[in-house]
């Protein structure tokens, strides 16, 4: 059911803990499974220097956190609004359709993460504006 990838970044999380000075935090939950997953990031020169999560939910949330870490690590901003959770769910090597909406979680809350960065450092960040 599961594919080897999201079964190694559930037992092998990547970039799990909090950031105490983060420049950015968001957090996000899905009200139908009650998931939570909350993300911390540390930008400079517009570039995600370091990111880290916590994600009280399934392991395939566990995994797209994991997954979506990994993919916006050293980016530029603009580069980690692109991150779709089908991208996630692709690097994964797919979800169950009945999963997708773990995947849904990790792109929300990057982008939770970035608008609270943009709110704090009255940085305008295009796309934001649509999200939340
Ligand atoms: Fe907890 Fe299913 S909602 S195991
Ligand atoms: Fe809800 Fe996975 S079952 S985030």
Known sequence: M???KVMDHFQNPRNVG???DAD???EVGNAKCGDIMKMYLKIENGVIEDVKFKTFGCGSAIASSSMAT???KG???EEAMQLTNRAVAEALDGLPPVK???SVLAEQA???ALLDYSKKNNVHIEGLDDVN
């Open 2 to 4: 599961y594919s080897e």
């Open 70 to 72: 990994e993919l916006i």
């Open 100 to 102: 997708m909406h773990c």
């Open 18 to 20: 909090e950031i105490l």
């Open 110 to 112: 990057i982008k939770s």
């Open 75 to 77: 980016k530029t901003i």
């Open 24 to 26: 950015g935090v968001g």
